[in-house]
């Protein structure tokens, strides 16, 4: 049975089958395809989803896959500057080395005496897709109108770009299911749908979606998974984190909160799956209605800042200096024929390759992806993802033949790099890897006749979250009450961060005080005015440490300080213990954490030192260790999770919108702030570095009000490669958090 969801039972996923290793053979002189190429380079991936599409994609392992298949059309340079003049190349130094970049792509960005900025794109005129067609300015004009959709649900925010005409575009739009199922079984308006759609509808939840609820109360209910039988729909519905549901709730009544809670997105539903998909439950016609797009107004029929100027040229304008935009033009052209409908593209009457409000091609296309990078796409069976070189890659064609792409556990990476079972692996680097490593070695280093190590800055961090609408006082995220409830939280989980963080990663991480990675220049540092560590003050803004205290004082500073906070949220304390929560809080809440069901997690151990800390303060803190990567993704992409810890990837700007805004894409803490959001467009609005710095400090204190996000640490980044099959002299050299061994696998070779 697949279970993708892990609710407030405490459950932990099956454990990942074993890897289909026979996949991972021939290493040798063998396997050419013909064009020079020879060997098959195995890849350790973590996290694989089958959202290969580009406009879909989401897990960081999905958007490897996607790296290695398709191109970007604006690259950047190790230290994340744009390359504006791919088609010829730009040479620029690092560490004293010149390096030569080119991509697909000429662009210029012109402010305009108006106010306006245009972005001139050119595209190389040789480029190709894997099934030999020529790409062209119409298959990013095709993309760049696939991610303004007004169906458009995938994680990409180009759509949050003040491109002219776009809000004109994306308007009078909703989709046909949200429209009958936020309308309700006693709706007599039949302007969007008609009596048929909304009976084939209700029928389909009724039957279907009962079952689909149904399979989601048994699984809980089955005291295998720490239920029992005798509880009713609305126990188990409070268990999977849906708590209110009537007293006499049915498996309908279960599927409709479901619904409603996904605005009637089918295919977005099934992240709550815990048996039968619901894509097999549901009609086909009436599972489409969760993404058809129904026009409910008027609307522009194009977006006027988009220009087509010749085959190879386009034009972008915005309505203003958008700091974010260059780096939005970093997205992969889609081939229109491929992912759309080569009849339907007609740009001189406005139509560009779909039709508006429909993208089930491109959808129905997430597991056989076609691009045009440096490898083609083959299958993806058992775990692994199986790609061949692309011998027409602009930049030339790789030097090996095959790259599998393999589902691992993180306790197998080194180890599978020592064996030869993988050729490249990226394990988290802790004090315990680089032992394991000199180990192996058997030089007491990280390099040796075994394994290569390459070790740069993270361009991400580590942290715990909280979701504001999970963890609140009264129902209302945004109060001073709320806010103290978390910020309680934090406070005792941060206490332990020191201790955890040097645990796991000896001298190779720090402790993080602001949720940004510190390999951004927008990064606070200690010397900056106004810098502080987070969540080390008692509700009365107090400072619980002092220089020279001994743990134990300051582990006691931190219960003190959370009980402070504690009561400011309108919790009961008698004699330094909880004894009541207020209305819509409670005295147990659930952290899930991937450690693969085995403690193997950086923040583990700062989570079980503060379970213990918090038991003693009266509140129950569940640590949730989930064995599935994918399914602790799920936990909080769906909403469902209190909280969670997890990996930011930074990108090159350190844009906010999609992470906290509140219509940012992945905003799961679910913070929502006026001043926030003003603050994020306002970074965006200029393009002064030091300005935008002072924007999204504020920005981040005020994230950091919220109590939502607790950074925990920065790490350093590390990628091993077989010495014994990996010629190293291939494998890029200067690596940043912007520039890594990916980024010239055509040059990547095997002995």
């Given at each position: 049975?697949l ?8 459950l ?7 890897l289909?290793?026979?996949?991972c053979g ?10 020079g190429?020879?060997?098959?380079l ?28 398709n191109?970007?059309l604006?690259i950047?340079?190790?230290?994340a500057?744009p390359?504006?003049?791919g ?6 130094e ?19 005496d ?8 050119k595209l ?6 894997h099934?030999g067609t020529p790409?062209?300015?119409d ?5 760049l109108?696939?991610?303004f959709d ?7 925010t180009?759509?949050?770009?003040d491109i002219?005409?776009l809000a ?10 949200s429209?009958?199922?936020?309308a309700g ?5 039949f ?21 689909f ?7 809980v ?12 729909v609305?126990d ?6 849906y ?7 049915t498996?309908?009544?279960f ?14 539903c ?6 039968t998909?619901?894509?097999e439950?549901i009609?086909?016609d009436?599972y ?7 026009e409910?107004?008027?609307a ?18 915005t ?9 939005q033009?970093s997205?992969?052209p889609?081939?229109?024929?491929y992912y ?24 129905g296309l997430n ?15 058992s775990?692994?993802v ?12 790789p ?15 080194v180890?599978?790099v ?19 490593i ?9 390099n ?5 190590t390459?070790?740069?800055d993270y361009r991400g961090y580590?942290y715990?979250a ?6 609140n ?5 945004g ?12 406070t005792l ?5 020191d201790?955890g963080?040097?645990?796991y ?18 990064s606070?540092?200690?010397t ?5 560590v987070?969540?080390?003050t ?8 002092t220089?020279?205290m ?6 006691a500073a931190?219960?003190a300080?959370a ?6 949220a309108g919790?009961?304390?008698?004699g330094?213990v ?17 450690g ?5 997690h ?5 989570l ?12 129950n803190?569940?640590?949730n260790?989930i064995?599935?990567s ?15 810890c ?11 919108y999609?992470?906290?805004h509140?219509?940012g894409s ?6 929502n ?35 939502v996000?607790?950074p925990?640490?920065q ?15 291939s494998v890029?050299?200067?690596q940043?958090?912007?520039?890594g061994?990916?980024?010239?696998i ?6």
């Amino acid at each position: 049975m697949l279970v993708t969801r892990r609710k407030m039972l405490g459950l932990s996923a099956a454990t990942m089958g074993a890897l289909a290793l026979a996949a991972c053979g021939n290493n040798g002189g063998g396997n050419s395809n013909g064009g020079g190429e020879s060997g098959t380079l195995v890849v350790a991936a973590n996290g694989l989803e089958g959202k290969f599409c580009p406009l879909f994609t989401a897990s960081a392992a999905d958007q490897d896959v996607v790296s290695f298949n398709n191109i970007a059309l604006l690259i950047t340079d190790r230290m994340a500057e744009p390359v504006y003049n791919g088609i010829e190349g730009e040479t620029k130094e690092y560490n004293g080395t010149e390096y030569t970049y080119t991509g697909p792509a000429d662009i210029e960005m012109v402010q305009n005496d108006d106010g306006t900025v245009t972005y001139n794109v050119k595209l190389r005129d040789d480029l190709k897709f894997h099934d030999g067609t020529p790409i062209t300015i119409d298959d990013a004009i095709f993309t760049l109108y696939s991610y303004f959709d007004p169906t458009y649900d995938g994680s990409a925010t180009l759509y949050s770009n003040d491109i002219q005409g776009l809000a004109e575009y994306r308007s009078g739009m909703a989709t046909l299911a949200s429209l009958i199922g936020n309308a309700g079984r006693d709706n007599t308006d039949f302007t969007y749908f008609t009596q048929e759609q909304q009976d084939a509808f209700w029928a389909a939840v009724d039957d279907g979606g009962t079952k689909f609820a149904q399979e989601i109360v048994d699984y809980v209910k089955d005291p295998e998974n720490g239920g029992s039988e005798d509880m009713t729909v609305a126990d188990a519905a409070a268990a999977w984190n849906y708590p209110d549901l009537p007293a006499d709730a049915t498996a309908t009544t279960f599927f409709e909160a479901i619904g409603a809670a996904y605005d009637w997105n089918f295919s977005a539903c099934e992240a709550e799956t815990a048996g039968t998909a619901l894509s097999e439950l549901i009609p086909e016609d009436v599972y489409a209605m969760g993404t058809q797009g129904v026009e409910t107004g008027e609307a522009a029929a194009n977006v006027t800042g988009i220009v087509r100027n010749d085959d190879y040229s386009m034009s972008i304008t915005t309505n203003g200096v958008d700091a974010t935009m260059i780096y939005q033009l970093s997205f992969a052209p889609c081939s229109m024929k491929y992912y759309g409908d080569e009849s339907l593209w007609d740009y001189e009457n406005n139509s560009f390759g779909f039709k508006k409000g429909d993208l089930s091609k491109a959808r129905g296309l997430n597991g056989q992806p076609m691009g045009s990078g440096a490898f083609k796409f083959d299958d993806f069976t058992s775990g692994t993802v199986h790609m061949s070189a692309n011998e027409d890659y602009f930049k030339g064609a790789p030097k090996v033949a095959h790259l599998n792409y393999v589902e691992s556990q993180e306790a197998d990476l080194v180890t599978g790099v020592q064996a030869g079972t993988l050729d490249v692996a990226a394990p988290s680097y802790s004090m315990e890897v680089e032992d394991q490593i000199s180990e192996i070695n058997g030089n007491g280093e990280v390099n040796g006749d075994v394994i290569t190590t390459f070790l740069h800055d993270y361009r991400g961090y580590g942290y715990m979250a909280i979701s504001a609408d999970k963890v609140n006082v009264g129902g209302e995220p945004g109060s001073d009450a709320s806010k103290a409830l978390r910020k309680a939280i934090d406070t005792l989980v941060a206490a332990y961060r020191d201790s955890g963080v040097k645990s796991y990663y000896g001298d190779t991480a720090s402790v993080l005080n602001y949720p940004i990675s510190t390999s951004s220049w927008a990064s606070p540092n200690e010397t900056d005015p106004g810098y502080a560590v987070c969540y080390s003050t008692d509700a009365s803004g107090n400072p619980l440490y002092t220089e020279g205290m001994s743990e134990d004082d300051r582990l006691a500073a931190a219960k003190a300080g959370a009980l402070t906070w504690f009561e400011a949220a309108g919790y009961t304390v008698e004699g330094g213990v909880l004894t009541a929560a207020p209305a819509g809080a409670k005295l147990e809440y659930q952290c899930n954490i991937g450690g693969g069901g085995k403690g193997d997690h950086p923040t583990f151990m700062i989570l079980q030192e503060a379970k213990n800390a918090f038991a003693e303060i009266g509140m129950n803190f569940i640590v949730n260790d989930i064995a599935n990567s994918a399914d602790l993704f799920a936990s909080y992409q769906s909403g469902e999770a209190e909280m969670w810890c997890a990996a930011w990837q930074s990108t090159a700007d350190p844009d906010m919108y999609q992470l906290y805004h509140s219509q940012g894409s992945t905003n799961y803490y679910k913070i929502n702030d006026p001043s926030l959001d003003e603050l994020i467009v306002a970074g965006r609005q200029t393009l002064d570095t030091e300005s935008r710095k002072t924007i999204y400090k504020e920005a981040m204190d005020i994230i950091l009000d919220w109590g939502v996000e607790l950074p925990v640490y920065q790490r350093s980044e590390c990628t091993l490669f077989g010495t014994a099959r990996v010629n190293i002299d291939s494998v890029v050299k200067d690596q940043t958090p912007y520039w890594g061994w990916k980024d010239e696998i055509e040059k990547l070779e095997l002995k």
